[in-house]
C-alpha cells in the first residue's frame, strides 16, 4: 500500500479522534445536569432528566444524525457538517454517560453519608468530598467504555458528510480495488485510537487511586 | 411513562411541523443571488462514482471535477465539494445542504416530478460488465440462467429488471454500492454487472485483464444530469447552470473532457429530452 493512501487514512483518523474527542468532552459536560436531574426529587426535573435519556438512548444515533442534519435547516438552524456530526454524537452519549453518573451516585455506600452526617459534615460538603469522589471513582470504568463506544460509533458521522475514518477507507476502496488493505488499515487506526483512551483511562485510574493498595 | 410518551412524540411532531412550515420562509431568496453573494456554489456527490466522481490517489477527480470548475469559472464562484452516501445526497439537496447535486443521476420520469435536471451531459444507456474471457456472454441476452447484479435504488436496477423479465431465470442481485458488485463478478460470485455505459466503459478501461463490456447496451436509450430543485427560487440558478452547460457544448469543451474521461464522445441534446422511463 502506498504510503499516499496511509497519509489520507491517517488524516480520516484525525478527523475521528477530534470529532470522537469533542463529542467525549461536551456529551460529559451535558450528561451531570442531566444525571443531577434524574436524580432530583422534584418530579418535573426528574421527568425532563428521564425523557432526555430515553430519547437520546432510545433513537438509533444514525436516526438522530439525520433528524439534525434535515430538520435543522428547516428551522434555519444550518450547522457546518463537522458541528452536526459533533452535536450529535454529544447528544447521544451524553443519555448512556447520564446513566453512567447516575448508578455511580446510588451505589455510594449509604453507610458513607451517615458517617460523614455523624462527624458534622454538611449536605454541601458530603456532595463535594464523599459522594462526588466515590461515585466518580465507581463510575470511570463505565465513562471510559461508553468513550470507546462512542469513537466507534463516529464511524456513522459520513451520513452528514464528514470524511472520517471508515468513509476515507471506502471511497479509496472503490478507487483502488483494494478493500481488504484498505479496511485493514482502518481498523488498526482505530484499535489504535481506542487503546490510547483505554489507556488514558486505566492511567487515571490509578492516579486516583483511593483506597487501592 | 404513557405521559412521557405521547408528550415526547407531540414535541418532535411538532418540531417537524415547525420546521416544514419554516423551510418555506427560510429559503425564500434567490438561489444565484445567494450563490453569488456567498461566492461559492455548494455541489453534493458521492466519490464514489468513477469517472464522474472519484478519489485518484487521494485527490477528488472526476468529468464532474472538470465540468463544475467551468461551470465555476461561468458563473465567477468557487467550487465547493460535498461528499455523502448516495442515498443522503438527493433529502440533502431538499434540505438545503448544497445547491445542486453532481453524480450524476440518470434522468427519469420519477425523479423529473420532484427534482429539475440540467441539460444531459453524457449517455446512461444500461449495459452489462462481464469478467473478461467469460465467452458464455458474447451479447446481452445471454445472461439468461445466470447471477447479475445492480446498485440498489438505482434506475440501472429497474432496467435490469424489466429486461430480465424478457428473459428466462435472470438472478438478479442487489448491492449496496457498484464496487462491491465489480468485486464479486471478479471474484467469480456473479456473471455481470449492470450499469451505465460510462461507467462500466471506465471500469473495463481501467482493468482490461479482469472486465470487458458487453455490447451493445441493453437498456433504453437515458441520459444523465445533474440535479437540482424544482422550486421558483432555483430557478435562476438552474437556467444559469445550463446555460454554461451549453455553451461548453458548443465550443468544445465538455466534449474534451468527455474524450478524456470516457475515450469516446457522447452525443447529448441541448434539452432535457422526456426520458423513456
New interface residues.
Partial sequence: MSWKYFELLALGAGVTAIISALAIVFGLAIAVPIAAASLARNRLLHRLGRSYISFFRGVPLLVQLMLLYYLLPGISINLPNTATAVVGLALCTAAYQAENLRGGFLNVAPGLVEAARMVGLGDRQILLHIRLPIAFRLVLPAIVNEAILILKSSSLVSVVGVSELTRMAQNLSTSTFKPLDMYTMAGLLYLLLNWSIAAGGLGLERALHWGRR | MKN?VS??AAGLFG??L???A??GA?NAEDALAKVKAAGELKV?TE??F?PFD?????DHVGLNVDVFNEIGKELGVKIVW????WE?VL??L????FDIVAGPATITKARMEHYRFTVPIADATCAILKAAGDNSVQKPEDIAGKAIGAGKASSQMDQLKAYAATLKNVDIREYV?N?TA??DL?AGRIAGVANSLPNIAYVAAQ?PDTFAVVEPPFGQKSYFGYVGRKDDDHKSLMDAIDQALVKMKHDGRLAAMEKKWFGLVFDTPDTVPAPNF
Fill in positions: 412521557i408528550g415526547l418540531l417537524m415547525g420546521a416544514g419554516l423551510s427560510a453534493g466519490t464514489q468513477a472519484f478519489i485518484d490517489a487521494g460535498e461528499d455523502l452516501p443522503s433529502p440533502g431538499d434540505a438545503g445542504k454500492d464496487s465489480y468485486a471478479a482493468r
